[in-house]
Nanobody, 118 residues
Framework: VQLVESGGGLVQAGDSLRLSCVAS????????MKWFRQAPGKERELVAL????????NYTDSVRGRFTISRDNDKNTVYLQMNILKPEDTAVYYC????????????WGQGTQVTVSS
């Protein structure tokens, strides 16, 4: 199984980014997908999740209304659209696959750095 994130970068506060995560080696539509992030010196936190069908999503409070998670099961890809970025969004972002929507992640990507300057 491989999860490969892309789309990170250095942006200014208020800008947008779209992260992508392409999955291979698993029955993609059978897995819930999640985006986590970890900032330096902080614990990893769950940012957003989406069910296998895409019909259920959830977000941590700090990003709700600014971030949107989506998936394309034909492309084995999950996205995280991040708008109105803030310096506190700076972190390494990881995608992960879980067999159930609210189960622990089974597979992880390598992460992509997002840096938001003020």
């Amino acid at each position: 199984v491989q999860l490969v994130e892309s789309g990170g970068g250095l942006v200014q506060a208020g800008d947008s980014l779209r992260l992508s995560c392409v999955a291979s080696g698993l029955a993609f539509r059978g897995y819930a997908m999640k985006w986590f992030r970890q900032a330096p010196g902080k614990e990893r936190e769950l940012v957003a999740l989406i069910s296998g069908s895409g019909g259920r999503t959830n977000y941590t409070d700090s990003v709700r209304g600014r971030f949107t998670i989506s998936r394309d099961n034909d492309k084995n890809t999950v996205y995280l659209q991040m708008n109105i970025l803030k310096p506190e969004d700076t972190a390494v972002y990881y995608c992960a696959a879980a067999i159930l929507t609210y189960a622990d992640a089974r597979y992880w990507g390598q992460g992509t750095q997002v840096t938001v300057s003020s």
